[in-house]
């Protein structure tokens, strides 16, 4: 999705999202902090990037990826707007009749009958391709 005649990129971030860029044939991703680091546009280098808290509003972060040509000199930019979208399994974890989002026993799982928790059965498996 470069520019034609990019040969590398830097990224810029709202506060609210994490990047990681992963090149080929390394394991660890190297963190883009967004203080003006560039790295070399190859073939295989991956922008990784994710929210850690749901938004307060759509569209509340973005990611700025600029492309710059052979000695610095900026072509053009791409950018992407960002909603975190908080998911919670909300149940009855310690049996009493009352479905708590913030229940203490919510994060364990205790057999018998002073048990608590919730079992999740998850079927992940490609039924369908």
């Given at each position: 999705?470069a520019?034609a005649?990019?040969?590398?990129?830097g990224?810029?971030?709202t506060?609210?999202?994490?990047?990681?860029?992963?090149?080929?044939?390394?394991a660890e991703?190297?963190?883009?902090?967004?203080?003006?680091?560039?790295?070399?546009l190859?073939?295989?280098?991956?922008?990784?990037?994710s929210?850690?808290?749901a938004s307060?509003?759509?569209n509340d972060?973005?990611?700025?990826?600029?492309?710059?040509?052979e000695?610095?000199?900026?072509?053009?930019?791409a950018?992407?707007?960002?909603?975190g979208?908080?998911?919670s399994l909300d149940?009855?974890?310690?049996?009493d009749g009352?479905?708590?989002k913030?229940?203490?026993?919510?994060a364990?799982?205790?057999?018998?009958?002073?048990?608590?928790?919730a079992?999740?059965?998850?079927?992940?498996d490609?039924?369908f391709p």
């Amino acid at each position: 999705a470069a520019p034609a005649g990019a040969v590398a990129f830097g990224v810029k971030h709202t506060e609210g999202v994490s990047v990681d860029v992963l090149f080929r044939g390394r394991a660890e991703p190297e963190a883009a902090s967004g203080t003006g680091t560039r790295w070399p546009l190859d073939e295989g280098t991956v922008l990784r990037f994710s929210m850690s808290q749901a938004s307060s509003e759509v569209n509340d972060n973005k990611v700025t990826v600029s492309f710059y040509a052979e000695g610095g000199k900026p072509i053009n930019q791409a950018g992407v707007f960002l909603t975190g979208v908080g998911i919670s399994l909300d149940v009855d974890a310690d049996q009493d009749g009352v479905v708590e989002k913030n229940s203490p026993n919510k994060a364990s799982w205790a057999w018998g009958p002073e048990g608590h928790g919730a079992i999740v059965l998850v079927s992940c498996d490609k039924e369908f391709p």
